[in-house]
């Protein structure tokens, strides 16, 4: 059976690595992005170029995007000259980034409306293990449609997993860094209030470390507030993107959560005082300049 032809939008480090692995893995690509050194090293690797998502969708039986923001995703969607104004009945539109689930589902059902699937499969892991096929995938959608594209998606994660109807991928994702941020900013904090208290971090660590409280997070945070080894890439402007977000889909269930207000206050301040493109863990020099 041939492989399906992809369309791939967004070729940023995470982006640009899966393009790459696909057409390793011998997969037709039409790329398009802002940056065009990125697509030039994709045309290189034997990719074609297209200026519009129109043009892409026409020409493509998988539409693929790895994109910032649920705006930016709109916006490539519902152009005018957008993928909704191209894509092919019988086609498949994957949303790879971290999207707020209720714009998800409306997405999902215009395309439906043109008898157009979609799943969204948010990622875990590293651009290190999207280049070797091996990321976590965290799809959702319709059974069927899952189906027709799990052949390409396993071959882009070494764990893909099917979490029920369209926008599930999406609320577990915003859940999922919701529990990841907060640790981090908690343990982040405790190591700065440990400094001004006196108390060795680095014991501070192998107590804690050796308890329940252990997790990979600390072990990041511990790398650069003890080490000076920033190792998380996960910027904190992301992170605090993902937050607000999460708080926008708590607030579409008719819910709240004040430890996320938190933790979105803490990130939002780091990234006003200009510290938004450092690592997530590297909020603790925000914290250690607090009250001085």
């Given at each position: 059976m041939s492989k399906p032809v992809i369309g791939f939008i967004g070729l940023g480090l995470m982006g640009g690595n899966m393009v790459e692995n696909l057409q390793n893995r011998g997969y037709e690509l039409v790329v398009m992005d802002l940056n065009q050194e990125a697509v030039d090293k994709c045309i290189a690797r034997g990719a074609k170029s297209v200026s519009s998502?129109?043009?892409?969708?026409?020409?493509?039986?998988?539409?693929?995007?790895?994109?910032?923001?649920?705006?930016?995703?709109?916006?490539?969607?519902?152009?005018?000259?957008?993928?909704?104004?191209?894509?092919?009945?019988?086609?498949?539109?994957?949303?790879?980034?971290?999207?707020?689930?209720?714009?998800?589902?409306?997405?999902?059902?215009?395309?439906?409306?043109?008898?157009?699937?979609?799943?969204?499969?948010?990622?875990?892991?590293?651009?290190?293990?999207?280049?070797?096929?091996?990321?976590?995938?965290?799809?959702?959608?319709?059974?069927?449609t899952f189906n027709k594209v799990k052949p390409v998606l396993d071959e882009q994660g070494e764990n893909v997993f099917h979490l029920g109807d369209l926008g599930a991928g999406h609320t577990t994702k915003l859940i999922n860094n919701f529990m990841g941020m907060t640790t981090?900013?908690?343990?982040?904090?405790?190591?700065?209030?440990?400094?001004?208290?006196?108390?060795?971090?680095?014991?501070?660590?192998?107590?804690?470390?050796?308890?329940?409280?252990?997790?990979?997070?600390?072990?990041?945070?511990?790398?650069?507030?003890?080490?000076?080894?920033s190792?998380?890439?996960?910027?904190?402007?992301?992170?605090?993107?993902?937050?607000?977000?999460?708080?926008?889909?708590?607030?579409?269930?008719?819910?709240?959560?004040?430890i996320a207000e938190g933790s979105s206050a803490n990130l939002q301040a780091a990234f006003d005082a200009g510290m938004g493109n450092g690592n997530v863990p590297e909020i603790v020099d925000y914290y250690r300049k607090l009250g001085s």
């Open positions: 998502g129109k043009e892409l969708a026409e020409s493509v039986d998988i539409v693929m995007l790895c994109l910032t923001t649920s705006t930016i995703v709109e916006k490539v969607v519902y152009a005018d000259d957008g993928i909704l104004a191209g894509i092919k009945s019988g086609s498949v539109l994957i949303d790879f980034g971290t999207s707020i689930p209720s714009s998800t589902r409306k997405i999902g059902a215009d395309l439906a409306a043109k008898g157009v699937g979609m799943i969204d499969a948010p990622l875990g892991r590293t651009p290190a293990h999207a280049k070797d096929g091996l990321l976590n995938i965290m799809a959702s959608g319709d059974m069927d981090v900013c908690a343990m982040s904090q405790a190591f700065a209030v440990a400094e001004r208290a006196g108390v060795n971090t680095q014991q501070l660590f192998d107590i804690m470390s050796a308890g329940p409280s252990n997790s990979p997070f600390m072990q990041f945070c511990k790398n650069y507030a003890v080490d000076n080894v190792d998380l890439g996960f910027s904190i402007a992301n992170a605090n993107k993902d937050l607000g977000y999460f708080l926008q889909m708590v607030s579409d269930l008719g819910t709240e959560s004040k």
